[in-house]
């Protein structure tokens, strides 16, 4: 009977092979194999370069798209936005202070033919340069316009990959500087600084809130010197104001004046009192 095995859904034994049952079966593996080479998807974000004999012949995707076997060749690219984090480095500012800044960068193929053919590593070369611009940059700006322009330093290199990497391909959607380290001595030096000019603030601010406490003093004062009663009635106000005090004893030294202003006063209210004739 012989080995019987399955080729083309049959049941069949080696004794009933034929010719057209073994052309059958390299047909089908031939198809198969030539579907799978030829026919390729691309997703909706990718763009694909085709290569024939080694030449670039055109882009193909998103979607399906056919290739020729052992003659075309493919490569896909992602033309969604990606971010490349720049390593930290290492830069001496123009007023010859080092500092350590990293950042990020965040860029898009554009011209996924560009992108592939006239630079090897696209993502590794603009991160290359950037590294290079941002030291340029900082090199330009003293430490206090570093601290506080990020946003325009970051803005500033992206300007300057953008110059190089235009026949790359790539887009710069932007460049933002992450973090800032500074020497620690350097730390500890701007901290008491920051310190002593809180500590001036708050002392401008308390010698102003003197001036026009003097100031307002100094008007009542005057208030009351052009009416002398206005001075008696206050001295009378701070009397009655002290109340009594089981524990304490207060002496008062009150002028004269005072005291004859409360003699007029009580001489007044006896004058009221008596019947009149």
């Known amino acids: 009977m012989g080995i019987g095995y ?35 998807i691309a997703a909706q974000w990718e763009k694909a370069l085709v290569f024939r004999l080694g030449r670039f012949k055109h882009l193909r995707g998103p979607g399906v798209y056919t290739l020729l076997p052992l003659i075309d060749q493919a490569q896909t690219v992602d033309t969604r936005v990606i971010t490349l984090d ?28 560009q992108a592939i053919i006239n630079v090897q590593d696209y993502a590794f070369a603009i991160t290359q340069y950037a ?24 803005h500033h290199i992206e300007q300057l990959v953008e110059q190089e990497t235009e026949h790359w391909g790539l887009e710069v959607a932007g460049i933002r500087i992450q973090d800032i380290l500074l020497p620690e001595d350097l730390k500890k030096v701007m901290s008491r600084q920051a310190a002593a000019e809180r500590e001036k603030r708050a002392n401008i601010t308390k ?5 026009m ?14 009416s002398p009663g206005a001075m008696q009635l206050r001295s009378l106000q701070t009397i009655d104001g002290l109340g009594p005090t089981a524990s304490n004893t207060v002496v008062l030294a009150i002028p004269i004046e005072v005291m004859e202003a409360v003699d007029a006063f009580a001489a007044m209210r006896r004058r009221d009192r008596e019947p009149s004739t």
Request: proline residues 4%.
């Open 207 to 211: 010698s102003e809130g003197d001036r």
């Open 6 to 40: 399955l080729l083309l859904g049959r049941d069949v034994s080696f004794t009933s092979i034929t010719p057209t049952d073994i052309a059958a079966a390299v047909g089908w593996t031939f198809l198969s194999w030539y579907l799978a080479a030829a026919v390729k």
């Open 213 to 226: 406490a003097a100031e307002n003093l100094a008007a009542a004062a005057a208030t009351m010197a052009k």
């Open 131 to 154: 590294q290079t611009a941002l030291r340029d940059v900082i090199g330009g700006r003293t430490l206090d316009e570093v601290l506080t322009e990020r946003e325009s330093i970051g």
């Open 86 to 113: 720049i390593p930290r480095q290492e830069a001496i500012t123009k007023d010859n202070v080092p500092v350590s800044i990293d950042g990020v960068i965040f860029m898009q193929v554009v011209r996924p033919d």
